[in-house]
């Protein structure tokens, strides 16, 4: 019983750390050193997101 106990334990431990507290760390580092990236490289014209400059065709005006 205390196998499983310890078990589950790490079980929940590497959860959270590898399932809420790295992302959020990752996350947030890329925003603060790449945000245009981070946020998808997006293309906005009069103040409203028209694309990314990642998918599809190249936008030359």
């Given at each position: 019983m205390k196998e499983i106990k310890n078990a589950l334990l790490i079980f929940v431990v590497f959860s959270v750390i590898l399932g809420i507290i790295y992302p959020v760390v990752i996350t947030g580092i890329s925003q603060v050193v790449f945000p245009h990236q981070a946020n998808g490289n997006l293309i906005t014209e009069?103040?409203?997101?028209i694309g990314s400059e990642l998918?599809?065709?190249?936008?030359t005006s």
């Open positions: 009069n103040g409203k997101v998918v599809g065709q190249n936008f």
